[in-house]
Antibody, heavy 119, light 107 residues
Framework: QVQLQESGPGLVKPSETLSLTCTISGGSISRNYWTWIRQPPGKGLEWIGYVYHSGSTNYNPSLKSRVTISVDTSKNQSSLKLTSVTTADTAVYYC?????????????WGQGTMVTVSS | DIQMTQSPSSLSASVGDRVTITCRASQSISDYVNWYQQKPGKAPKVLIYAASSLPSGVPSRFSGSGSGTDFTLTISSLQPEDFAAYYCQQTYSTPRTFGQGTKVEIK
């Protein structure tokens, strides 16, 4: 049973870099690709981007200049970095697994981690 | 980007009601639509994939239909545990985009 767990600081100062990690357990990171999603408080879901185990990435153009998603296959982890954060980046951040045969529906999600941007 | 316009944004319904939520894509996306249910404080859960396929474990009162630009999620008989938010998502192209969500509340 594959499980995902996000971790990282819950508070980030404006203009600094948000860094989160998604640890995959119960399966190999190399068997799939991995997506990051975020949800501001009381609002809808926003797709941030994804990374293949090879390191190939695809980002939301609205965030592309500030976001980096990577994988560390030795640790079975994916990482998200978002630079120059503002209060608009305050959100719950999720990692999730797209299921290819399921039209890439996100069939496994982490529990999410709340990140607040504030001085 | 493909825009997913979801309606209504909220609805009130009673246990046993039939509920329909729609999603319209800004261009044809074949059947690359998925539906999610999200309860407060929890991660979303996939209800329907590829427009009309039901994952194992999802109750049969949930169904999806549509192709091209217009898609529908139907709950045939609303149960107490179905009061939640629902989102459509297109996976036809990147960036993947979600509908704005529909909050289903108790009447």
């Amino acid at each position: 049973q594959v499980q995902l767990q996000e971790s990282g600081p819950g508070l980030v100062k404006p203009s600094e870099t948000l860094s989160l990690t998604c640890t995959i357990s119960g399966g190999s990171i190399s068997r799939n690709y991995w997506t990051w999603i975020r949800q501001p408080p009381g609002k809808g879901l926003e797709w941030i981007g994804y990374v293949y185990h090879s390191g190939s990435t695809n980002y939301n153009p609205s965030l592309k200049s500030r976001v980096t998603i990577s994988v560390d296959t030795s640790k079975n982890q994916s990482s998200l970095k978002l630079t120059s954060v503002t209060t608009a980046d305050t959100a719950v951040y999720y990692c999730a697994r797209p299921n290819g045969p399921w039209a890439d529906a996100l069939d496994i999600w982490g529990q999410g981690t709340m990140v607040t941007v504030s001085s | 980007d493909i825009q997913m316009t979801q309606s209504p944004s909220s609805l009130s319904a009673s246990v046993g009601d039939r509920v329909t939520i729609t999603c319209r894509a800004s261009q044809s996306i074949s059947d690359y639509v998925n539906w999610y249910q999200q309860k407060p404080g929890k991660a979303p859960k996939v209800l329907i994939y590829a427009a009309s396929s039901l994952p194992s474990g999802v109750p049969s009162r949930f169904s999806g239909s549509g192709s091209g630009t217009d898609f529908t999620l139907t709950i045939s008989s609303l149960q107490p545990e179905d009061f939640a938010a629902y989102y459509c998502q297109q996976t036809y192209s990147t960036p993947r985009t979600f509908g704005q969500g529909t909050k289903v509340e108790i009447k």
